[in-house]
C-alpha cells in the first residue's frame, strides 16, 4: 500500500464562533500532487496551517509523516518546505543569500547548502540574477526563488498555497513545468489554489472545500466525469432575446444555467442539443460548444456567489 504522508480524520479549526475547517476527513500519499480547491473562506489556508504545525488543531486527528503535530510538531516542520501565500522573501538580501539564511535556519552547513544553492538556481532559471537583490526581481522570479527556498532542505513534503496568484501568463506556465518536474522526480505536493486550470495541470487527486466542508473528493477527471455532462453549449443572446429564449430551453439539456450575460446548456450530445436549438428557432447572437471543465465542477459544488 502506498505509504500516507498526510492523514487527517475529523480535523476541525475554530476562531471563536467560526468554524473555519468542519470536521474533514482526507489522506495524501507520498509521490502525489494532492489540491485543496475552494472559493476565499473556504478553509484551504487554516487547513495548510494546521499541516504545517502553525496553527493549532481544535478538534480531530492529524498525522504528518505519522507524527501528531501536537506533540512533536518541530520534527514535521524539519521535513517539509512551505510556499507561503504573501511573499516573504528578505528583499535587502540577494537571491543567493536567501537561500543560504533558509539552508542555515535547517541547521545545514556550508559545504552542504552551497551545492544546493547552485543546484536550485538552474532549477529556478535564477543562476544569472544570483547576486542580485531580491527588491527588483519580476513577481515570476520572486515566486520561483520562493519555491528554491522551500527545497533547500530536500523536504520529504512541499506545500504551497495559491502559488501563481498575481502572476501573468508566462510566469504561471514556468512555474507549472518546475512543478511538474518536482512531480516527476517524486515529490510529494499539496497545492492550495482557485484556479481551475492549474488544478488540472498539476494533482493527482483533489478536494473542493466549501464553507468550512469537503464537499467533492477525486482526480480531476474523475469530478468532471461525475458532476457535468460531457460537452457544454454557451450562448449569447442580444438586448432582450434572451429573456425571450429562456422558456424555450426546456428539456434541451441535462441541465439549464440563465447567467445575466449568456446561457450555458450541460448535454451528452452538443450536436443534438444545438439541433434542437434550431428546431424551435432558438438563435443566438453567439454560440460556443465546449468540454465540461474543472470549472463547471467547481462552480456547481460551490455556486457563483462571490466572496471577499
Sequence with gaps: MTQLLVEARGLTKRFGDLTAVDAVDFEIRKGEAFGFLGPNGAGKTSTMKMITTVSP???????????????????????IGVVPQEENLDLELTVAENLFIYGRYHDMKR??????????????ELAERADSKVEPLSGGMKRRLTIARALVNDPDLIILDEPTTGLDPQARHLLWDRLYRLKQEGATLIITTHYMDEAEQLCDRLVVMDQGKIVAEGSPRELIERYAPREVVELRFTDDRQREAAPKLDGLASRTEVLADRVLLYTDDADETQAGLHSRDIHAEQMLVRRSTLEDVFLRLTGRRLID
Design 111 to 124: 559545504d552542504e547548502i552551497n551545492p544546493r544553492i547552485a543546484e536550485l538556481l538552474d532549477f529556478a
Design 57 to 79: 488543531i481544535t478538534e480531530g486527528e492529524l498525522t504528518v509523516f505519522g507524527i501528531d503535530p501536537r506533540a512533536d510538531g518541530r520534527s514535521i516542520r524539519q521535513r
